[in-house]
T-cell receptor
Framework: RKEVEQDPGPFNVPEGATVAFNCTYSNSASQSFFWYRQDCRKEPKLLMSVYSSGNEDGRFTAQLNRASQYISLLIRDSKLSDSATYLCVVNLPDYKLSFGAGTTVTVRA | GAGVSQSPSNKVTEKGKDVELRCDPISGHTALYWYRQSLGQGLEFLIYFQGNSAPDKSGLPSDRFSAERTGGSVSTLTIQRTQQEDSAVYLC???????????????FGPGTRLTVL
């Protein structure tokens, strides 16, 4: 079983729509969680950290469910510029980050 | 300030040749990571350095792969006798505060796109 699993998508949504997707992780000892964004043929960049109580950053909302071992990302009022691959990232106890394969989102005009 | 830099940005080589990939982390970052990303795939962890030592080499695919870091800064990933399946983007990342429970954003370099013919 992979350490981090994501629905690859693609999620194809119109501008202004809300899109949400999850990832699951297998190591219950994981302590830190992140969403990274990767544009086509570019390096990944941190989008936001995910805190236990859930957190928002503008149009982006991240939530963590430790009991079920999943993390979610919701994008409200989506923009064309939100089109990217979103990587779910989990900090394993041995300092290593484990990356999901990514969820592709395409926002169309 | 300067981010993580990698060189070369692109490398085309013939099967069987050795290649050397370089990573310059952000100044002061103690931890350095190498990943590999094949087309349409997620990031595959290769090796992690804390300072000059590599506590975790578990991701290196074979003994043709090796890496070193000198002076707690620049790192070199070497692939000997390259094979076509080594073709991928090799990404380097550095972080200031490695460790569980800490905020340890990894800053990535632009990657080296390796093509083995």
């Amino acid at each position: 079983r992979k350490e981090v699993e994501q629905d690859p998508g693609p999620f194809n949504v119109p501008e202004g729509a809300t899109v949400a997707f999850n990832c699951t992780y297998s190591n219950s000892a994981s302590q830190s969680f992140f969403w990274y964004r990767q544009d086509c043929r570019k390096e990944p960049k941190l989008l936001m950290s995910v805190y236990s109580s859930g957190n928002e950053d503008g149009r982006f909302t991240a939530q963590l469910n430790r009991a079920s071992q999943y993390i979610s990302l919701l994008i409200r009022d989506s923009k064309l510029s939100d089109s990217a691959t979103y990587l779910c990232v989990v900090n394993l106890p041995d300092y290593k980050l484990s990356f999901g394969a990514g969820t592709t989102v395409t926002v169309r005009a | 300030g300067a981010g993580v830099s990698q060189s070369p940005s692109n490398k085309v080589t013939e099967k069987g040749k050795d290649v050397e990939l370089r990573c310059d982390p952000i100044s002061g970052h103690t931890a350095l990571y190498w990943y590999r990303q094949s087309l349409g795939q997620g990031l595959e962890f290769l090796i992690y350095f804390q300072g000059n030592s590599a506590p975790d080499k578990s991701g290196l695919p074979s003994d043709r792969f090796s890496a070193e870091r000198t002076g707690g800064s620049v790192s070199t990933l070497t692939i000997q006798r390259t094979q076509q399946e080594d073709s991928a983007v090799y990404l380097c990342a550095s972080t200031l505060h490695p460790g569980t429970g800490n905020y340890n954003e990894q800053f990535f370099g632009p990657g080296t796109r390796l093509t083995v013919l």
